[in-house]
């Protein structure tokens, strides 16, 4: 899957902040969240991946944000004490890269 490359990516980015606790294909709610973070200030984070199939990346993003809500992939955070949850759908296209968060 080409979105494994961009998972491997983001979670050695994320190894800087050593006090967060991150997850990578946790299960919560529904299924398996790409990556799941908690920090020390009780912010959950949810991050969903897409490659997409063309250069629409808004639409992917939004297709990603769409599966965390659907499969209520902030479940794991929520019961582990998490106050507040981020939410980010990521695509990828080529060279090309979309965020967006909720």
Not at 23 to 35: C, L, P, T, V, Y
Not at 50 to 61: F, I
Request: glycine residues 6%; charged residues 30%; proline residues 0%.
């Amino acid at each position: 899957m080409k979105e494994n490359f961009y998972h491997g990516l983001l979670l050695g980015l994320l190894q800087y902040e050593d006090s967060w606790l991150i997850k990578s294909n946790a299960e919560s709610g529904e299924g398996f969240s790409d990556i799941l973070i908690e920090t020390q200030s009780r912010t959950g984070i949810v991050i969903e991946f897409k490659y997409a199939e063309d250069d629409d990346l808004e639409k992917w993003c939004i297709e990603a944000l769409d599966q965390i809500e659907r499969n209520h992939y902030e479940a794991r955070l929520v019961e582990d004490g998490m106050k507040s949850i981020l939410k980010y759908g990521i695509a990828f296209y080529k060279k090309h890269c979309k965020v967006i968060h909720e």
